[in-house]
C-alpha cells in the first residue's frame, strides 16, 4: 500500500481525535483532508515540512524537577488563625525542699505567705513570607503538541515547581533559624551546651577521622546521654536556664555530611569488633549540608597615603579576614583590624603608599517588585554588592573568586530537641489564578503564603558538638 501525507493525517486524526483541541485552528486544517490539500496548494514546501517533522520527532518523556527537604525530621508545625506577635510562655519549677532539712513545722508552709509561680515568656515576630509566580501559556501549549500527554504532564510538572519552591524555601528558611539560634546573642549558648572534641580530621573538604576520634565521639554522646538520663532535672542544655526534664526520645542529632559514613567505614568496618550496635551513636543522626548563615567574601584592595601622623584608616568595604599589609615596599603586621577600620602600632611616614589587601563580605542583591527580568522571582538573590541594603548589582563576579564563608565550620554537630526549630503557619500556601490579558491567552497562576513565623526556642535543649579551632 502506498502512503502519502493526507493519509497519515487522515490515521492520525483517527488515533487522536481529541488532540485537535490541544493545537492552533491552522495546525488544526493542516490535519484535515480539506486543509492538507489548500496547504499543497499555497505552500507545498511547508507541508511536506510538517510532516517531516511529525514522522522524525515524538515526544517520548517528561522529566520533571523535584526537591526534597532533608532536615523533614527536624522541628515542629503549628498552624494559628490569627495574630502577627508570637508569644510563648514556661511555667518554672517551685524551690525544692532539701531531704537533709529538719525541724519542718508540722502544720507545713504558712498559708499567709504569698509566692508567686515563675514564668518565663519570649516573642517572636512574624518573619516568614513566601510568593511566587508561574504564567500559563494557552496558545503556546496549544502549538507544541498534538496530544494531551504532552499538555497535561508538561503543565502538571510546571504547576508542581510552585510546591517545590515553598519545600525548598521551607528547607533553606530552617537552617537559617538554626544559624541565628547558634549565634543569638540575647541567649548565646552555654559553656554546658558545648562539647569540644579533641581532634577531627578531614581531608579535601570530606570527613576522614581516625578509629580514635570516632571512639571519642561515641563517647561523648553515651555520655551525653547518660547524664541527661540520670538527672531529674536540669538547665545546663538550654540558654534560658529552664529547669525541666530532658527526654533523650525527642532528641535528634543533626550532623555533617559524611558522619554516616565515617562511623561505618571506621567502626563497623573493624575487625574484632564484638556488639557493634551498642557502640554508637545513641541518637538518630540526620546529615545537612551546613548549619545556615552562608555567605560569601571577594578580595579587595585599599589604597591610602601617610602623612607621618595618622594611624587610623578607614576601609571601604566590610573586612572579613585575610588581611596583607605594605606600607611603601615593605609588608607589615604590626597593626590592628577593629570597627572596619586598620589602625597601625606606628603612623606610616609622610607620602608612603599603603596597600590594604583583605576579604571583603559580599551583600546580596534581591530582586525587587520593579525588577523587569521576567526570570527571576521575587527575593531571588540576583547579584553581590560590597555595602548592605543595597538595590543595585556592583560587584562583577568570577566563580573562581568568590570565596564562601561558613560560620559554623567548627560545628561538627548539634544534638537538639526536635522542637528546638519551630514553624508558625497562619497563612498556608494559596494559589490564585488571574488572566493578563482580556482574551484570557495568559494565566498567572500566584502562589502566596505571607506573615508565617520560622525560627527556633532557646528554651528547647541544643548542644553543639565542635572540632577544635583552626
Known sequence: MKYSNQ????ELIKAFPDFQRFISEGASNLFQSRGFQMEMETNKDRANEVYKCINRFVLNKVDIADVKDPLA??????????????????????????????????????????RDG???ERYITANDDFTNLITK??????????????????WAGMLKQIQNSYVKHNYLYKKESIHRGLSSTKYPLKDTQKITL??????????????????????????????????????AFNAMDFDTAVDN?????????????????RLYGAPGIFNKDD???????????NFGGMYKVYPVSDDFVGDGTEKTFELTSTYDGSPVVTVGDTATTAFTIADNAITFETAPANNAAIVVSYNAKLYPVYVGENDTDTTLAIGQVKGYAL?????????????????????????????????????????????????????????????VSMNNTAGTDPLYTVIEILTPEN
Request: hydrophobic content about 40%; overall charge negative; proline content about 5%.
Open 7 to 10: 493519509f497519515i493525517s487522515d
Open 73 to 114: 525530621e527536624l522541628g515542629e508545625t503549628y498552624a494559628e488563625e490569627f495574630g502577627f506577635e508570637t508569644q510563648r510562655l514556661a511555667v518554672c519549677q517551685l524551690p525544692e525542699m532539701s531531704p537533709q532539712a529538719r525541724n519542718i513545722p508540722r502544720k507545713g508552709v504558712n498559708n499567709q505567705q504569698i
Open 118 to 120: 515563675i514564668l518565663k
Open 137 to 154: 501559556r494557552f496558545f503556546n501549549m496549544k502549538e507544541m503538541f498534538v496530544g494531551d500527554y504532552g499538555v497535561s504532564t508538561v
Open 198 to 235: 579533641s581532634s577531627w580530621t578531614t581531608s579535601n573538604g570530606r570527613m576522614k577521622p581516625t578509629a580514635a576520634e570516632i571512639a571519642e565521639l561515641i563517647e561523648e554522646t553515651n555520655l551525653l546521654h547518660s547524664e541527661i538520663e540520670t538527672a531529674s532535672s536540669t538547665d
Open 249 to 265: 526520645e525527642r532528641l535528634v542529632m543533626v550532623c555533617r555530611v559524611g558522619m554516616k559514613a565515617a562511623i561505618k567505614a
Open 279 to 289: 557502640l554508637t551513636i545513641p541518637y538518630k543522626i540526620i546529615e545537612t549540608d
Open 387 to 447: 555595602t548592605e541594603g543595597a538595590t543595585t548589582v556592583t560587584v562583577t563576579l568570577k566563580d573562581e573568586d568568590i570565596i564562601p564563608v561558613d560560620p559554623h565550620k567548627n560545628v561538627l554537630a548539634i544534638i537538639v530537641d526536635k522542637g528546638y526549630v519551630f514553624r508558625i503557619v497562619r497563612n498556608p500556601l494559596t494559589v490564585e489564578t488571574e488572566p493578563v490579558n482580556h482574551l484570557g491567552q495568559y494565566v498567572n497562576f500566584s502562589a
